[in-house]
């Protein structure tokens, strides 16, 4: 079964810093998808970045990147240059062939100015 | 484009009573998914739909049932509302697995008293 671990509840780092976000999946399948969202307070789910488990480069997006390690099944997300629009709940995600969308429980980012 | 667009976006319920939330989208999504979120955690897997006609159970699917006659629309029935219940839903959309982007409505608060 899928399961997505995200040992951090809270974290909080001070505007323009740079901080990473920790998760570990547990998959049998080869060919997975991994994704990071956002939820701020509005409750408004976003999609943060998106990597594919077969491509090795690592995705970035504007601020974020990750730091993909398929052989210890970990999903890490950067974020450079905090701003205190990044202040928000943070969900890592996985996908397998059977499409179902699997969430860790979040881990809540506070930006201290 | 409305997105994806679910209703009501509050509800109260008694024990035993039934409803049906409601899930639209407009982008001619093939995927549609629901989910709960407890407070303090992360999204659960209730149902989710790869078309019209097929849906299948996620992570936590009793107490729920689900249809998908239509592309455009995925609802969510409660037939026997439990105090267990009591969280709050959302529904997403995308076009395919590969393409995944993860178009989240707004959430639906539902309290079962």
């Known amino acids: 079964a899928q399961t997505v671990t995200q040992s951090q509840p809270e974290m909080s780092v001070q505007e323009a810093e740079t901080v990473t976000l920790s998760c570990t999946y547990d998959t049998s399948e080869s060919d997975y998808y991994l994704f990071w969202y956002k939820q701020p307070p509005s409750r408004q789910m976003i999609l943060v970045i998106r990597q594919e488990a077969y491509k090795q480069q690592n995705a970035t997006e504007n601020r974020f990147s990750v730091n993909f390690q398929k052989a210890a099944k970990s999903f890490s997300l950067k974020i450079s240059d905090s701003q205190l629009g990044d202040a928000a709940m943070y969900f890592c995600?996985?996908?397998?062939?059977?499409?179902?969308?699997?969430f860790g429980k979040g881990t809540r980012l506070h930006i201290l100015p | 484009n409305a997105g994806v667009t679910q209703t009501p976006k509050f509800r109260i319920l008694k024990i035993g009573q039934s409803m049906t939330l409601q899930c639209t989208q407009d982008?001619?999504?093939?995927?549609m998914y629901w989910y709960r979120q407890d407070p303090g955690m992360g999204l659960k897997l209730i149902y989710y739909s790869v078309g019209a006609g097929i849906t299948d159970k996620g992570e936590v699917p009793n107490g729920y049932n689900v249809s998908r006659s239509t592309t455009e629309d995925f609802p969510l029935r409660l037939e026997l509302a439990a105090p267990s219940q009591t969280s709050v839903y959302f529904c997403?959309?995308?076009?395919?697995?590969?393409?995944?982007?993860?178009?989240f409505g707004a959430g639906t608060r539902l309290s079962v008293l």
């Open positions: 982008m001619n999504h093939n995927y």
């Open positions: 997403a959309s995308s076009y395919s697995k590969q393409k995944f982007i993860g178009y």
């Open positions: 995600a996985t996908m397998n062939r059977d499409d179902k969308i699997i």
